[in-house]
């Protein structure tokens, strides 16, 4: 658990700039009519000069509108508290951390007398449900106020480690993906991050640290985080009408669908939201995103939208085997020991980058090499000679997004051209970038260093010579494999791994395979009736966000029909 830092005051200084009390975007005035309704619908509240409203970090933090007064929002950091913003009567307080029941990113204390207006998290979904106009500005408010609050830095939690170390890699992927702000402190080359130390008094060699608000833990794994910030649900037992197992694409999409269906929807998550496609820096061919949409921002808006439909998302939650449980429903054994009972079962666990077959890979596995970039990554290779190893779509959006600060970035292909594999429009966006180096016919063989990686060995297929050369980051995309270990042994898989759906589990031999009914499966369906499969898991997927999307909103229909029949 997270230790209160000892021996340290707090002052409070105020923030250079506030944001504007006169932004529609960010404080959308409530008029005397809906102030009106909303008080109905919700709970009047008083509090005094200098009581807290909520704390930051507290999960579950309460909507509140406010009929009088003003609120003073904090950010608490170790030995001070900044004053960041303020809100005043006919806003409402908190950002999309309110709605989804995170840890507050932000406290908000009583500046003057102040009246509001409460709804804990389920009555606000319900108010937000049933007032669509309402639910469109809250929300559009709440991820500008988290995009602002990033922005600045404010609210954001604090890693303090060396550039290699794998454990903080860890910690930090971790949050980014369950879109937790985080920022890295470079032990090694930020001196702000030095000061931090001297400040905590904590010597270098104790880091990794993660500073939480005015609390620390000391060299965290990402399972301790994941339980300091709740990211696993509480569901032990529980029934559900579909429990989807992978929350990328396609397991978000059949949340929603789930959800507004009035389905009783939990997600079960081995890691965080999104999937590959939340790693991606951008999608450019998805339908309806001309100028194209981050991973991050598609896993935001998704997630936020599963969760108003009141879909419970579960991260850092492995599904470890399925099992037949009483009155027909499928049981769901969870990696920490719970389980879940399902109606209906949408697996969407995609698939995992495969790893590189060169010598000390493992090694720097998360302290140099990596199998993802996300959107931090470019500033963190800024000035610095990179190396991608892949040629698909994933490759080139990753190589073009490093480009834009690293000094150089070196495709590595083992075939002799891009255009075999990727997009013609990220080919061509690569071919305009001068500090964008494809080497073809080439494969990586080891990488070497000491304390950080430093070298790469690239051996040509042509002569099988080898160029060692002088790289800080090396990132891995070259295929991907399904992940099918709580599965595979109830349901029935292709050669390759893949999860046989529909006319391909019919006529399925062995034990696994689908028993005589009155009925053919579904399209998506696998040989065990009313379980799904979506995604890039699936037999014959199109291994792309938009099939996957249209796999989960696919599936939900079908688990609708079984749960009618």
């Given amino acids: 658990m997270s230790l209160p830092i000892e021996g340290t005051t707090s002052t409070q200084i105020r923030a250079e700039s506030f944001p504007d009390l006169g932004d529609e975007a960010m404080y959308p005035r409530m008029s005397a009519k809906k102030l009106e309704r909303l008080a109905k619908l919700g709970t009047r509240r008083s509090f005094a000069v200098g009581e807290t409203l909520y704390e930051q970090g507290q999960r579950d ?269 499928v049981r769901i054994d969870l990696d920490d020991g719970q389980h879940a009972l399902a109606r209906t079962v949408v697996v969407a666990t995609g698939a995992r980058w495969r790893t590189l077959a060169a010598d000390n890979v493992e090694r720097f596995t998360g302290a140099g090499v990596y199998h993802a970039v996300m959107a931090t990554d470019a500033d963190r290779c800024r000035g610095e000679d990179v190396i991608v190893v892949g040629g698909g779509n994933s490759a080139g959006q990753a190589a073009v997004h490093l480009s834009s600060a690293a000094r150089s970035v070196r495709i590595v292909l083992r075939g002799d051209r891009l255009a075999a594999t990727m997009s013609r429009y990220l080919v061509e966006r690569i071919e305009s970038r001068r500090n964008i180096e494809i080497v073809s016919q080439t494969e990586l063989s080891a990488v070497h260093g000491d304390d950080r990686l430093e070298y790469a060995d690239l051996r040509s297929h042509a002569d099988g010579k080898i160029d060692r050369v002088a790289v800080s980051a090396v990132f891995v995309m070259i295929g991907a494999d399904p992940c099918t270990e709580a599965v595979h042994m109830m349901l029935d898989l292709d050669e390759a791994g893949y999860i046989k759906c529909g006319d391909g589990a019919a006529w399925c031999e062995g034990p696994n395979r689908w028993r005589p009914t009155d009925r053919q499966p579904h399209l998506l369906e696998t040989v065990w009736p009313g379980v799904f499969a979506a995604g890039d898991v699936r037999a014959g997927a199109t291994k792309r966000v938009s099939g996957a999307v249209g796999d989960g909103a696919l599936a939900v229909r079908f688990a609708h029909q079984v749960l009618q029949a």
């Avoid at 960041?84 to 009583?110: N, Y």
């Avoid at 939990?266 to 496609?277: R, T």
């Fill in 61 to 329: 933090a309460p909507f509140l509108v406010i009929e009088r007064g003003k609120v003073r929002v904090l950010d608490r950091k170790p030995g001070k508290d900044v004053w960041v913003a303020e809100a005043d009567a006919g806003t409402f307080l908190g950002d999309i951390a309110t709605f989804t029941g995170e840890p507050a990113i932000a406290e908000c204390v009583a500046d003057e007398p102040t009246d509001v207006i409460a709804f804990d998290r389920a009555s606000l979904r319900a108010m937000l449900a049933s007032w669509p106009e309402l639910a469109e500005l809250v929300l559009r408010a709440m991820m500008a106020r988290r995009e602002w609050h990033v922005a600045h830095g404010y609210g954001v939690l604090r890693l303090i480690a060396p550039r290699g170390s794998r454990r903080a890699f860890e910690v930090r992927d971790l949050l980014e993906r369950n879109l937790i702000p985080v920022r890295w402190y470079d032990v090694d080359t930020d001196e702000e991050s030095a000061a931090m130390l001297e400040w905590l008094r904590i010597p270098r060699e104790e880091t990794p640290l993660l500073v939480r608000n005015t609390a620390v833990l000391r060299n965290p794994s990402a399972a301790q985080v994941a339980r300091e910030l709740g990211l696993r649900a509480e569901i032990d037992g529980e029934r559900f009408d579909l429990v989807v197992l992978g929350g990328g694409p396609a397991g978000l999409a059949a949340a929603v669908y789930g959800g507004s269906e009035g389905l009783r929807t939990l997600v079960a998550e081995a890691w965080a939201p999104g999937g590959q496609a939340g790693t991606s820096t951008r999608i450019e061919n998805y339908l309806g995103f001309p100028t194209g949409i981050s991973g991050t921002e598609l896993t935001r808006k998704a997630t936020l939208q599963a969760r108003r439909f009141d879909a419970v998302l579960s991260s850092f939650h492995r599904a470890v085997e399925l099992a037949r449980g009483a009155e027909g429903l």
